[in-house]
């Protein structure tokens, strides 16, 4: 069989993460990569690694016909026009979250892609973590029965740095969008409203940018199961990511990853160390696991794990929960439709309170 | 020295619990029980143990003249009743929670109680308990620093009989009062908002009562904290009660306690037995404890370690967390003094979607 | 039905506990106690809790017709003799461990139990222990199918003063003598041979009086299963209690118990408290319902838990690993009984060493 | 630099798992594997990964002088004559464990070592887990205090096949040798005396062979330090294999590696998924690092981390065990120069026993 020719837009940190994947991967041939910023130090990079083509240009992969499918690692703003280009140049494309920032324009990007009769997966690697996965089984296999509650704790071990904050989109959509997909993951099931309540208490700039740097997040999903997501950008002791799904007939909870599980008891007490410090530690095998998967479902002709509409949905939750927090109270998703009658009651809000 | 007698109104359940560790303890003597239905059964219950009267009538505990302090476990309903009278008569009181299901004759009973100098102690007992009692020790030393968020799960083993769902007052103020006390405890500050989302996910009955089964809470505290409560009236593996802090310099967690440590590892998985039962199991030595505070601070002049302010705020979160639901929104506490207005917005957003 | 008349010889730590937990018994009275030194403040600890003899003669509470059973509770040197008193005063009979440190005179006491037909409990607190129980348990209702290997870890958190150090009988009869039952227990079958190790590695005062602070013992039972005890005298965080018994199906385990089970996580790791610290708070429980079990045999007529072959046994075990270590080989119980072969083989071998 | 030349002498499962780990290795090529039976599926397993030569005869790498080191993963009879023959070829090798079943056979390994100057690493893998290097690295640093006793628990999931026993040397060669290795590594130090008790529990193959499959083994170190293992061929819940390091200021302990820290709480019990299930899943990673600090230490002339003498001493402890169950005492490893005395003593005590 031939193999799949793959091509990466988009080469910074998680470009790269892709790339090493990829480049493992039997029947799997990286054809080529860009970046805007494409320098001498991406054409070594890849001359390394037998690479073949290092471009500033995504016109140059999206225009080989040997290339069957892109990865769509480039910043945010370019997701959709990268998804319509990729999507009419008869592509299949591995897109990072969150497609945009725009719920209208992401549809966009999803009709052209369903038009195209392309495949579109979407970069929610935490669907692939060991341990989420072995909850999600859990719940499907009905060993906790009819799920009533999913509780996410989701917290960075540091804020990222200012300019990052300025552009992010808010910590709803910049981070909560993995929760709001790991919450939908692991109780099958759509999100119907959000209620979210936010403080700034570990930096201040996040304040100088309308922003929120701690939050819980309240889900209430059809049929009536409820969700809590809370969320912190600056956990000392490191990354934490734990869930539970709780319900009819029990309770499937999962723990941090710790580096190892050495315990060292003294006249202090007993310690051991923090869990693994951040995504790249924590997340390592399963964005081996996404890229696979992705693979796989273009090579066996399968559905790809996560596609455009769980992308969609967890940007829909997110803007929820924005306007959640200025409305002061729970955002029914379809209520999304009628920005108008929003933010009518957001000003008469607003001027009550002024 | 003296012993402290003490008695006790209402000779349930819990009412004998408190008999017997206050029959434990040094420098106490239990010196008469009431109940409204004491019969042949309490009054040989009394001489097995010594206690020299069993009556009907508590105001022949609240008459006699040795008698320093009483405990009020009898119905809620006769809990301010009770207290007034106390307070009119002199006897330094112990009262279960809550004071009243209406935060307004809650303030009558307080005011008696300063009126007459007298101590109130109110049962929030899982503030004694042994882990509950570590993490605010290490919250107060200062050992996760700045608090940012409070998260409590607080789930019962199975849920209670239908004609005692009919007249518990909801869930909030029957169930998660013990939670607002907890966080309240556990960050060391006052609930400024409360958000609440429920569902009938356990038992249909709950809907007949306009009560809910499972619910998530969402808590704003003066200075930005925020805390999160989870409820349900039935988690099949046992009484549920875990507790978080995190903040600025790390995290605080307690697990659930276990009957013991054993783990049994087969072909099939590695397993442990269910977590303690019920309260009874759970906050058996809570339960010893917060009597004995109480007796010591009469004993030794010292403050009462849970005051009837403790039990009024729990009273006005739970009574905020009631509107929140029918308003779906966030509740300050300050608004429930306006009981005309809140009606009224209720009754608008109820004629909208009708 | 009239109350178990109890007395209690040897008023020391381990006597007081004792009485406390009979003082709470229903259906039990706590009718004498004795002291070689009794003095004024045991007069006034009987007086204050109704109990109405404190005496320095034993002979008082074995002549005291009214007293139908003893617990002795004073020096290992006085065990045998009083067993043999009581016996023949037809006192049944709760006997701290170890009865002798010499197993012929050991026997001399089992014989005289025997003649009298009186019960005989020895105090093995630990078999009472929820976590080893439940273990035993588990072995019992063949959850781990057939044992294979028992492994008992056991170390104090400190070593005792020298006096003590010089009356003990070595580690082995006083410390290790505990493991050797509880071995004998969770598997259910007899020890036939002990090789055993050791160092003096915590204390040098062990060294002078020819005993050891470290040791490894090895257990071979009947059947061909395995055992083995680690002892230390010194564990700095606290003390060490586990079990493990490992079979054809699977494996039991039970770790330490702590006062709590908070975890603190912060910057420089995750920490929780050390377990408990000694066997007072570790086997609090298991001392009460040690004692019930015992007045309950009595009373209902049922055979007493731990008898005095268990406490022969365990000495048996603790005279051989005496043995091994001056052999530098397994000793088998069985060879016991020829004395002046093994001194003969340890006096050899002592020979070729010099 | 020149990247490294390696060739694989013996192309069965742990050969396969080096290669996997070489070929991903930068500075590294794998440019010739061997072995006795190569045939048409070696071929193409080697012209899939680029691997240049794939030959029947170890000889046309150790000629080959592009290549400067070999791994040799042939059967365990032929290291002796493969090291000899490398080293005089003047390979650096790395070894698979046991050098030989006979340490004299093993010292002349090491003394062709030796006088050829080149380096020797033992595929103790164990090493290079992440669990049992945090322990040795908190030891090394003096958490613990000074080291009184190593633990080691290590079973595996299921006995080999019975002609894989007629062949192995025995469980302390073939299984224990492992745990010896460790031992000293963990402790820092060597093993001076080894006692072993063992039996049949687990299939009576063993038996037949007169081999053990459930082992106690007691380690003394230089110093007075304490070791016990204990092995089963056997453990139905998977791999066990943890390890703890107690000392005069503390304890360090690891527990088993599980696939992920899922729990499911049911009304039965919480439960999580048992232990990885053998080598491969366990010490991936161990596998991969020993593999990388062969190579770095070739390539930046550091010390191979494992050296020659760890593999004999490992082999001596074996013997000595083997030595001990035959004697029924213990055996010092400088007893094991006389082979002659060792030998009467045995045949003396059968003799006896006959």
Redesign the interface.
Known sequence: MDPLNIGIIGMGRIGKIHADNLL?MPRVKLAAVSDLYADEALAQWAAERGVPVATRRSEDLLEDPDIQAVFICSHTDSHVPLIVAAAKAGKHIFCEKPISLDPARTKEALDAVREAGVKLQIGFNRRFD??F???RE?VRAG??G?P??V?I?S?DPSPPPEDYIAKSGGIFIDMTIHDFDMARYLIGGDIE?V?A??????DPAFARYGDLD???I?L?FAG?????I?N?R????GY?QRVEV?G????????????????????????????LHFFLERYNEAYVKETRQFAESLLDGADVPVDGNDGLQAELAALAAKWSVR????VKLRELGDTERLTKEALDKEATLA
Do not use: C, M, Q, W
Not at 197 to 202: A, D, E, H
Not at 234 to 237: F, I, P
Not at 248 to 267: C, K, L, R, W
């Open positions: 493992r060991h341990n996965e072995r909850v859990l060993r906790i009819e009533h509650l509780k704790t917290r409203e209620y309540r936010g403080s700034v208490l570990v701690t939050a819980v309240t209430k009536g199961a409820l969700g809590v809370d912190s600056r956990a000392v002791y934490d709780f009819s007939a029990g309770s499937a909870t999962v723990e941090n990853d710790h580096p190892n599980t050495a315990e060292i008891s003294t006249a202090e007490g007993v310690t051991r160390d923090k869990p409305l002061g109270r729970g």
